[in-house]
């Protein structure tokens, strides 16, 4: 164990929640973090946020994690809806591989 490193906290969205007394705006959100030296990538995480005031920690984090979920999709081809499905990312490179050929992502 590496005692005494750690990640920079001016890396961690959620660190930067610590900081904060709830409910925030989103512009005092970006502002807090800024001021406690957050990288350009989180306060520009938090810019992106899609609601205007948060009530917790938790709808922040919610949010958080539905971005990440979006982002995580890459350009994975939509189906005939347009809806985008992770649920059987990895499966289609398995199943509909040559015979004998199998190709696990």
């Known amino acids: ?3 005494g ?3 920079n906290p001016g ?3 959620v660190a930067q929640l610590d900081e904060v007394e709830f409910p925030v705006w989103k ?4 502002q807090i973090a800024a001021d406690n030296g957050a990288s350009v990538d989180v306060i520009n995480l ?3 946020l899609p609601r205007e005031r948060y ?3 938790n ?7 539905e971005a990440a979920r979006r ?3 890459g350009n994975r081809p939509a189906d005939d809806e347009g809806v985008r499905d992770r649920r059987n990312i990895g499966r289609d490179a398995v199943e509909n591989a040559p015979p004998g050929k199998v190709r696990h992502p």
């Open 71 to 73: 982002f995580g999709m």
């Open 59 to 65: 709808e922040v984090l919610r949010d958080l994690a």
């Open 27 to 30: 512009d005092l959100l970006v």
């Open 46 to 48: 938090f810019k992106s």
């Open 55 to 57: 009530q917790s920690k």
């Open 11 to 13: 890396r961690s969205p």
């Open 5 to 7: 490193i750690a990640e």
């Open 1 to 3: 164990m590496a005692y």
